[in-house]
């Protein structure tokens, strides 16, 4: 049985856990298109992370695909009602970076309150701006949480051990749950323009889908507190680019950190909108890969296709 990955994996996943299939590893046929939909001639399973589109074309020239493994969460570079019609199972890595995500959400949320760690340079040539550099502590700020999944939860879970009080907006989420009753204290369910009013920091949990997209626009912006921190590590579309970009540079809102973005990778010419703008963090969609959760997340989608061509 073949096996195609074309995107980054643990190698030593890999090796332990897809030994004795014919493994066809080769990170770089995310951009290769052709060479993909022809290495997928034969394939019985196709693992992925976000890049890789699994619709239309890439779906008719595998024939034979019976399992996609997915090196993340996000599900929306798939197709997933064409794989069910043909039987195709989905398999995402649940739950195997939530650490990660949390860590880089609230290790944003602390570099933008406090806005000294840009200084280095300044300092080392003999300057010395302590006025200019007097940030926020994170101790009593309000942290909202757009989508109250598991992710966010850990992230509200960090955010708690520092003092933040806790606020989400999860409209599928009943209020009776026990998860807005967690053992780190309340979490206040609010609807969202309440959420962005009253908030410190906005971390948005959320997938893209049509009910999604935009979410975070002109007008959202406009309703969050001044000052106010925006941080997306869930997907690209939810939020306004240019109008986000636009707010700090009007000195609108405290900063923000983006990890995804409407198109990516972000080219030069998508990245314009962002040039020269204040207090703003980009990453090129890296919040859920660590070391440890690349390892746990490979693992967990090797096993779970292995599993699938041998017993499924």
Known sequence: MKVVISEFMDEAAIAADLSGFEILYDPGLVDR??????????????????????????????????????????????????????????????????????????TAAMLLLRGAYGASRAVAEGAWPRNALMGRE???????????????????????????????????????????????????????????????????????TPETRGLIGADRIARMRPGAILINAARGGI?????????????????AALDVFEREPLDAAAGAVFRDVPNLILTPHIAGVTQESNTRVSALIARAVRRHLTEG
């Open 33 to 106: 298109p052709e060479a993909l939909r022809a290495a997928l001639a034969g394939a019985d399973a196709l693992i992925v992370r976000n890049r890789t589109q699994v619709r239309g074309d890439l779906l008719a020239a595998a024939p034979g695909l019976r399992a996609v493994g997915r090196l993340g969460v996000g599900l929306d570079n798939i197709d997933l009602e064409a794989c069910r019609a043909r039987g195709i199972a989905v398999y995402p890595a649940t739950g195997a970076n939530d650490t990660a995500v949390a860590e880089y959400v609230i």
């Open 138 to 208: 994170v101790a009593g700020k309000r942290l909202g949480l757009v989508g109250f999944g598991a992710i966010a939860r850990e992230t509200a879970r960090r955010a708690a051990a520092l003092g933040m009080s806790l606020s989400a907006h999860d409209p599928y989420l009943a209020p009776g749950d026990a998860a807005w009753r967690p053992d780190y204290g309340p979490v206040e369910s609010l609807p969202l323009d309440a959420l962005l009013a009253g908030s410190d920091v906005v971390s948005l949990h959320v997938p893209l």
């Open 239 to 255: 939020v306004d680019e240019a109008a986000l970009a636009q707010a700090l540079r009007a000195g609108r809102l405290g900063g």
